[in-house]
């Protein structure tokens, strides 16, 4: 039986793992197992010498987390995250969320939308329910990636529960599932830190192991349990007077909202803590840039006049007409490879799309659209809120999209306790009050010369890298699977005339002239790919926008993910290799859709029930 091996344990590979074993008929064994050894023998370099496996063990699921979800796992939840689906559109085909945590109906709209908590739940029930537990490795965390001669996949693992160890395991399969949120982006600031007593600087994906030391969080509620009751006033977690939140995203807003309502106690938060007077917020967003998010309101209303909620709107197929695309043409008669002449195309797109009139209407919409969601912001209604109209339209913007599922989010950023920055933070400073506890806090430096004193908590909301946070050996071999890198073709050197060291995203050269010539190849794709798309949606007056690489790429180049599909490398597959994929490297309002599919699409093409022309 083929060892196969899924590096990450969020929702995409929970799906994967229950997906490949009922393609290979696992739950069909008679002689099933409740438990499988922490490594077992098929996974040893003593492949040859140990028995036949049942398929059952031949299959692991490996997370350096210490719990499963991914984004949703225990400790990455914090007080008032929510998800930006509604119930029905954020669970798997097999299980409905309701069965495991009752949608609950108050009237709010805010409780549209999936709380973290639940989330999480809702994973360990359909984890159990598949018995996947067995086949998965909390606190393994993959050091790095090679290839045997014999096309075997050989990874080096450290295990941070007792006793710590490394260990490696070899598997003839491989699957990341790692996907899009794995690696932080950590902004380079200067800043002066005490060695026993740092800046408190974290990024907002350590939000929730914060509030758990410093607002005794409770994430996880027991099945019958109340609300958490407001302690009295002597609690012992220190006063909360001043948070520097930086980035424009989505969850910059979530955060924002968070500290700047923390004074109202809300039981609803499961905090120990209680806040007194309400906490002096300071937003920082990047004067340059793609800017804030456009943030839409927690309901839409269809073309029918029905009310549901925003993202279920936006998982209409309706919208994928009205939303100008290069890969959708309308209908019209073309010149076949034969040489005669054929319909292609669609009606509905040159409905929309293939006429004058109707890209009129098509521009009309949406200005009607950014004109609603400006009013609803109220951006004009002073300068501090005129600092967060995003730069260009939602149909063209380069940041992110978001639902304000905070039903009073508006509100709550137009308090006099909220401030909003456009520039860069260029220093962060270390200071420690003179007072019984020592306490330290941060002077935030700005580009724009002005500073904020006394800050108790810098918080960047600057999203994610999207990287695979594993070293691969050679570093080239990360590129021959088509994986993201940040690629330096010379060497680079530091002022002390030392190469600077490879992290598992950055490769510095230089590289063999195989991989040189594939990065030239695929920029030429990409420039005649620019100019297509770039003449098929100025057609329709949706000029895109000018994008720059990301900050954190710094001097290096910004190679992307070169996969068919978004899943398998092109080369493998054209030598006839089915031993890699991966899975979530995609980003979608319908993520427990999309990971269903493409599990089934890996599991099929690992198995070898998938034809692929990746040349087609």
């Avoid at 908590?457 to 695979?468: M, N, R, S």
């Avoid at 720059?548 to 597959?573: C, D, G, I, N």
């Avoid at 998938?610 to 087609?616: F, I, V």
């Amino acid at each position: 039986m083929e060892r196969v091996v899924i590096v990450g344990a969020g929702l995409y590979g929970l799906i994967a793992a229950k997906t490949y074993l009922q393609l290979v008929r696992a739950y069909e064994s008679t002689a099933k197992s409740t438990e499988i050894a922490e490594i077992p023998a098929c996974f040893t370099e003593d492949i040859d010498d140990s028995p036949t496996a049942p398929a059952e063990s031949c299959l692991l699921v490996i997370d350096s987390a210490s719990d499963i979800g991914g984004t949703w796992a225990e400790e990455r939840l914090y007080p008032n995250l929510l998800s930006q689906n509604s119930y029905g559109l954020y669970e798997f085909s097999d299980l409905p969320l309701s069965d495991v945590v009752p949608e609950e109906h108050a009237g709010d709209t805010q409780n549209q939308f999936i709380a973290g908590w639940k989330i999480n739940r809702y994973l360990h029930a359909w984890v159990e329910k598949w018995q996947l537990k067995k086949h998965i490795r909390l606190n393994w965390t993959v050091d790095d990636i090679s290839r045997l001669e014999t096309k075997e996949w050989k990874l080096n693992i450290s295990v941070s529960t007792s006793p710590r160890r490394r260990i490696t395991i070899i598997c003839d399969k491989l699957v990341l599932a790692t996907g899009l949120t794995s690696v932080p982006n950590m902004p380079s600031t200067k800043g002066s830190s005490m060695a026993d007593n740092p800046a408190p600087v974290i990024h907002a994906k350590d939000v929730g192991e914060w509030a758990r030391e410093h607002l005794g969080y409770q994430p996880l509620k027991a099945p019958d349990s109340e609300a958490v009751s407001i302690p009295a006033k002597d609690s012992p977690y220190p006063q909360l007077r001043s948070v520097a939140i930086y980035g424009g995203a989505k969850s910059s807003f979530d955060l924002v909202h968070f500290f700047a309502t923390l004074h109202r106690n809300d039981s609803k938060l499961h905090l120990k803590s209680t806040q007194e007077n309400p906490v002096q917020v300071h937003w920082i967003i990047r004067d340059r840039g793609v800017g804030p998010a456009w943030m839409v309101p927690p309901m839409s209303t269809l073309p029918n006049g029905n009310t549901v909620a925003s993202d279920k709107a936006a998982s209409s197929r309706l919208l994928t007409h009205l939303t100008p695309c290069c890969y959708k043409a309308p209908k019209r008669l073309s010149l076949g490879p034969s040489g005669g002449l054929h319909w292609e195309g669609s009606w509905l797109v040159w409905l929309f799309h293939g006429n004058p009139l109707g890209r009129w209407w098509i521009r009309w919409l949406w200005r009607s659209i950014d004109k609603g969601l400006e009013e609803i912001a109220q951006y004009g209604s002073d300068p501090k809120m005129e600092k967060l109209r995003p730069e260009r339209s939602v149909v063209s913007c380069a940041s992110g999209i978001g639902i304000a599922n905070q039903g009073d989010l508006w509100e709550t950023i137009r308090l006099p306790h909220v401030n909003v920055h456009r520039s860069v933070i260029t220093d962060i400073e270390t200071i420690r009050e003179k007072t019984t506890d020592s306490s330290t806090k941060a002077a935030v430096h700005l580009a724009d010369s002005s500073c904020i004193d006394e800050v108790d908590l810098v918080i960047h909301a600057t999203g994610y890298k999207p990287i695979v946070p594993i070293q691969f050996e050679p570093a080239s071999l990360r590129l021959e699977l088509g994986l993201s890198a940040l690629v330096d073709l010379g060497a680079s050197i530091h002022e002390n005339g030392e190469i600077a060291a490879e992290t598992p995203e950055r490769i510095n050269g230089p590289l063999e002239s195989t991989i040189s010539d594939r990065i030239q190849h695929w920029e030429d794709l990409d420039q005649r790919s620019e100019v297509m798309v770039r003449r098929t949606l100025n057609a329709t007056r949706c000029a895109l926008p000018d994008r720059s690489p990301p900050s954190w790429a710094e001097s290096h180049k910004l190679v992307p993910y070169r996969l068919f599909r978004r899943m398998v490398v092109p080369e493998l597959v054209a030598q006839g290799d089915r031993s890699f994929a991966t899975l979530g490297v995609i980003l979608s309002s319908t993520i427990a859709v999309v990971a269903e599919v493409q599990a089934l699409w890996v599991a099929a093409f690992l198995t070898g029930g998938a034809r692929l022309h990746c040349g087609h």
